[in-house]
Structures are given as structure tokens and as C-alpha cells.
């Protein structure tokens, strides 16, 4: 992990400590409203989701550039999968063996993108309750959002681009994204207790009393 991201995970920490400090106090009167008691539930669920979007966030537009950084060559990607074969050309400017593929910055970074994602999947099954093409969809959506944002160095509140529009970025979020909702839907499949089928009651005999029923 670089500096940069270090301090990019700070600053979103910081962010989300901030955000959350700001909408506890109404969340937990307005539940206290709702059910006369304050539940933990629906506070760490919040939690949960902002935390998760300042984090996101921040690793994806912090830091900023300073005065004497160094401008992108490149600034659009549109080969897909184009980590891969830059996985071998980093394999050979490092005069590494093929076997250490996962060991390379570049698998490294597109791994992180699918997991940025993870959560997204995750809560959009499990709290939003969406089904995998609705999430799918959500994901290519907030990836996209992202990588636009970036293209436009921040809609123009940057001095610069300073973050590539990469294809294979909205690949691994949406992937993740997607992996995210597997998750939550085999959760929720453990956790859901199965409906307990009625019990066939045995066939009762009526007892008939022929003396009395003459």
C-alpha cells in the first residue's frame, strides 16, 4: 500500500467519522420515535454503509494532486482486460518468474477494484434487497459515475486529470459487485430459517355406540 492510499484511507476515515457524528443523533431519535426504544441494528447498518461509501470515496479521488505532481500520460483506457497483459510486461521489466503473476501491483490493483465493489453487492442484497440484474446494473452505474467523474478531473474542480478512465476498472467493479450479491444471497440462505411444515395429524376414529344409538 502506497503513501497516497494510506493517506486517502485517513482522510476517509476522518470523513466518515464527521458523517456519521453529524446523523446519529437525529437516526436514533427518529427510532426512538418510531419503536419507543433505540435499536442497534439500524445504527450499525448506517454505520456500515457510510463507512463503506467514505472509504470508496476517498480511495478513488483522494489525494489530490499538489502543485508539483506530475501529469498522466495517459488518461483513457478502453482495452478490455489490458491488466493482463500488463501483468506480464510488469512481470518483465522486473525480471520476475511467470509464477509470481499475483505478486505484481497491476493484479494487486485490479484485485482491489472487485473488492471495493464487494460491499456494494453485498448491502444491495441484503439491506436494498435488489435481485443480481438490478445490482449488476447498480454497479456498472456507480463505477461509471466514478470513472466519469475522474475523466472529468472531478467535473472540473481539479486542476487536472489526475486519474485514468480505465475499462477494465468498470469491469472489475461491476464484477465485484456481482460477487458481492452472491454473497449476501448465501448468507441470507443460512441465516433464513426454513418454514416448518404442518404436521399431518393421524385420522381420528369416531367411536360409535350402537346400544345407545338404538
Known amino acids: 500500500m502506497t503513501n497516497a492510499q494510506v493517506t486517502a484511507l485517513q482522510y476517509g476515515l476522518i470523513g466518515f467519522f464527521a458523517l456519521w457524528a453529524t446523523l446519529l443523533i437525529p437516526q436514533l431519535i427518529i427510532l426512538h420515535a418510531r419503536h419507543g426504544q433505540v435499536r442497534l441494528r ?3 447498518t448506517m454505520a456500515a454503509v457510510l463507512l463503506y461509501g467514505s472509504m470508496t470515496l476517498a480511495v478513488t479521488f483522494l489525494p489530490l494532486p499538489g ?3 506530475k501529469r498522466l500520460s ?4 478502453l482495452n478490455p482486460f489490458q491488466w493482463v497483459a500488463d501483468i506480464h510486461t510488469e512481470l518483465l521489466k522486473h525480471g520476475l518468474p511467470a509464477a509470481d503473476w499475483f505478486t505484481t501491483q497491476t493484479f494487486q490493483q485490479a484485485t482491489m477494484n472487485v473488492l471495493l465493489f464487494v460491499p456494494l453487492g453485498f448491502f444491495a442484497r441484503t439491506l436494498w434487497k435488489r435481485g443480481l440484474i438490478g445490482t449488476t446494473l447498480l454497479g456498472l452505474a456507480a463505477s461509471l ?3 466519469i467523474t475522474q475523466l472529468t478531473a472531478n467535473f472540473g474542480t481539479a486542476p487536472y486529470v489526475y486519474r485514468i478512465f480505465d475499462v477494465d476498472d ?3 467493479n461491476t464484477g465485484g459487485a456481482m460477487l458481492g450479491w452472491i ?3 448465501l448468507l441470507l440462505s443460512l441465516v433464513r430459517k426454513p418454514v416448518p411444515s404442518p404436521v ?3 385420522l381420528r376414529r ?3 355406540d350402537f346400544a345407545q344409538a338404538r
Open 206 to 208: 369416531e367411536r360409535i
Open 74 to 77: 495517459q488518461t483513457v483506457q
Open 170 to 172: 468498470l469491469l472489475n
Open 145 to 147: 459515475l466514478i470513472e
Open 42 to 44: 439500524p445504527v450499525l
Open 200 to 202: 399431518e395429524q393421524p
Open 183 to 185: 454473497a449476501g444471497a
Open 67 to 69: 502543485p508539483g505532481a
